[in-house]
């Protein structure tokens, strides 16, 4: 099966400094990877995504790099802020809709 | 927020029982998905329900089952409660089970003691 692995574990940025976290897939068939934000004690909130026809996608300070060439994906926050500190998971499946498949998740800080 | 709810929203059992945790899923999504997240982990696939049907299990015992109800919403069973259970039960409902994305509830917080 899918094995999704994810570093760093923790992360802690000075706001207004960027943070890069990093997952590997093992299952070629993957074709969805999308991150997820998980405050303490809240439900994980989906903040981005991308699909295997794209190798790169955008959404404000928030963006994602696919290679599947190598198997890993990115994300990449840009002029972190407080609120930005949280634990990130990546998964991957094979369609947006299925089982989705975790990394062991990334504790973000971000220090005023 | 997603429109997805749980509940209880915490439980507390000892071992050996049995517990049901319910999941009413987003208005028109037909499929929800029950994921078992422990202390400091990433959540782990338990198994997926489209249009009433079992449609995929991860690494979980028999003792973990579940249902779809018409309306959509869903159950999740376990019975005979290990202490291993104690975990956070988050469910998420999606539109199909192909190209949408899933949304997660809030979660039901499980402690066996």
């Known amino acids: 099966g899918e094995n999704v692995e994810q570093h760093p574990s923790t992360l802690s940025v000075q706001e207004g400094d960027s943070a890069v976290i990093k997952c590997t897939y093992s299952d070629s068939a993957s074709n969805y990877f999308p991150w997820y934000k998980q405050e303490l004690g809240k439900r994980p909130q989906l903040i981005i995504d991308?699909?295997?026809?794209?190798g790169e996608k955008k959404d404000q300070r928030i963006a994602v790099t696919l290679n599947k060439t190598a198997k890993h994906f990115s994300l990449h926050i840009t002029e972190t802020q407080p609120e930005d500190s949280a634990v990130y998971f990546c998964a991957a499946s094979k369609n947006a809709g299925n089982m989705l498949t975790f990394g062991g998740g990334t504790r973000l800080m971000v220090k005023p | 927020e997603t429109g997805v709810t749980q509940s209880p929203t915490h439980l507390i059992k000892t071992r050996g029982q049995q517990v049901t945790l319910r999941c009413s899923s987003q208005?028109?999504?037909?499929?929800v998905s029950w994921y078992q997240q422990a202390l400091g982990q990433g959540p782990q696939f338990i198994f997926q329900?489209?249009?009433?049907?079992?449609?995929g299990r991860g690494n979980f015992p028999p003792r973990f089952s579940g249902l779809q109800f018409p309306n959509y919403s869903s159950e999740l069973n376990v019975n005979a409660l290990e202490l291993d259970d104690s975990a956070l039960y988050l469910c998420?409902?999606?539109?199909?089970?192909?190209?949408?994305?899933?949304?997660f509830g809030p979660g039901t917080r499980l402690t066996v003691l």
């Open positions: 991308i699909r295997s026809n794209v």
């Open positions: 998420a409902s999606s539109l199909g089970q192909d190209l949408n994305e899933q949304f």
């Open positions: 329900y489209y249009r009433e049907e079992e449609n």
């Open positions: 208005s028109g999504h037909n499929t």
